[in-house]
């Protein structure tokens, strides 16, 4: 009887049996990842425009956005930009974060992470890390600390802010007793200079 045979399928056997769990977990990998894409639509190159009363307010640009199915929530988590438009479809003021969150049911969107606006024409800039835009009043608002630099280079230093949307008009509601020189780091002086992961859970103050 030749067991040559019979020792080469006892030496393939374990192999076999190896490759066989080895696609089944693969299977398994495979379908928890579709698992976790389902109800997350993902796009990239994003351009949107917003609108009120018919005539375009903003137009928003990011490299990724994430729209959750099950909650009327879009997400921005590799930076985004926006234009501010006037009726003439000249850009008054400009946006840039790291992260946004947009809320569909309020029309607002939270931004997160080295938040930087520009007024066009009078260059005043807003800095800080946590900034709301509420679409339907035009405007901006936080409760966190904020630095505002004029054209001349001062900072006005404080914590909460209520801006117009094209932020002409603005008011820093715990101003800061200093007028602060601008500093190499624009964001050094923000408690919170760390990205956090982004949470679920976020709540309009207002």
């Known amino acids: 009887m030749d067991t040559r045979g019979i020792l080469k399928l006892k030496w393939w056997l374990p192999l076999l049996m190896v490759g066989l769990l080895a696609c089944e977990n693969s299977e398994e990998e495979l379908r928890e990842r579709v698992k976790k894409k389902m109800g997350v639509d993902e796009a990239r190159q994003v351009e949107t425009f917003f609108s009120q009363a018919g005539n375009v307010k903003a137009k928003l640009t990011s490299p990724l956005m994430y729209r959750y199915q099950d909650t009327p929530r879009v997400e921005f988590p590799e930076k985004l930009h926006v234009d501010f438009y006037n009726d003439s479809l000249q850009i008054e003021s400009t946006l840039d974060a790291l992260y946004g969150r947009y809320l569909d049911g309020q029309n607002k969107m ?19 890390q946590e900034l709301w835009w509420d679409q339907n009043q035009q405007k901006f608002y936080t409760d966190k600390p904020v630095r505002i630099t004029k054209v001349d280079g001062t900072v006005l230093p404080g914590e909460g802010l209520e801006a117009s949307q094209d932020f002409k008009s603005f008011k820093i509601i715990k101003p800061a007793n200093a007028i602060l020189p601008l500093g190499e780091d624009p964001f050094a002086a923000f408690d919170s200079t760390t990205t956090a992961a982004p949470d679920t859970t976020v709540t309009a103050p207002r």
């Open 110 to 128: 939270f931004l997160r992470d080295s938040v930087i606006v520009i007024q066009k024409v009078k260059q005043d800039t807003l800095r800080c």
